[in-house]
């Protein structure tokens, strides 16, 4: 399942770590307002790809939302 995580800060890089090692998703597609959390992502290898907000809906089966 391609999983999208909206916000790839403390929550949602751990939700993708784990969504991963469980073999829940085969691919995590990551969104953040801050380029820098999307780059660390790519690089920490918790996130496949990163995306913009409106792209997320159209390339992913399930969006979790890990914003405060």
Do not use: W
């Not at 939700?15 to 801050?34: H, P, Q, T, Y």
């Not at 920490?44 to 405060?68: H, M, Q, R």
């Amino acid at each position: 399942m391609v999983v999208g995580i909206i916000g790839l800060g403390l929550i949602g890089g751990s939700l993708a770590i784990s969504l991963k090692k469980r073999g829940f998703a085969s691919k995590i597609i990551g969104v953040d307002i801050n380029e820098e959390h999307c780059k660390e992502s790519i690089k920490l290898g918790f996130a496949d790809e990163t995306c913009a907000l409106n792209e997320v809906l159209s390339k992913t089966e399930l969006v979790i939302l890990a914003i405060p």
